[in-house]
């Protein structure tokens, strides 16, 4: 059974630090590109980060560049997102995706496979 599962998400302060993971079963996580997507309450989903399959491209939105890092051990099977100087406007669902076709791009119909998402809450 093909599946993404994210975790490592929680409730930490302004300022602190989460590390994300997205782990595969079914399938080599290798072969795709992986994206990071978040959403709010009542906002579009939007893209966050996305890594090649390689990992020798990684594009990142504005609103997390210098903040956040992707990267992936594809020993492990698994993709992560590291990320620090947390803010109040980074609370959110966090997805992470697939793509078989290696897009790194913050389109989500370009993505195969997601995970179920795993909550970030920032707060005091």
């Known amino acids: 059974q093909v599946q993404l599962v994210e975790s490592g998400g929680g409730l930490v302060q302004p300022g602190g630090s989460l590390r994300l993971s997205c782990a595969a079963s079914?399938?080599?996580?290798?072969?795709?590109?992986i994206g990071w997507f978040r959403q709010a309450p009542g906002k579009e989903r939007e893209g966050v980060s996305c890594?090649?399959?390689?990992?020798?491209?990684?594009k990142y939105a504005d609103s997390v560049k210098g903040r956040f890092t992707i990267s992936r051990d594809n020993a492990k099977n698994t993709v992560y997102l590291q990320m620090n100087s947390l803010k109040p406007e980074d609370t959110a669902v966090y997805y992470c995706?697939?793509?078989?076709?290696?897009?790194?791009?913050?389109?989500?119909?370009?993505?195969?496979?997601w995970g179920q998402g795993t909550q970030v809450t920032v707060s005091s």
């Open positions: 079914g399938f080599r996580l290798d072969d795709y590109a």
């Open positions: 890594i090649s399959s390689s990992g020798g491209t990684t």
């Open positions: 995706a697939a793509s078989y076709f290696g897009w790194v791009v913050f389109e989500p119909t370009k993505y195969d496979y």
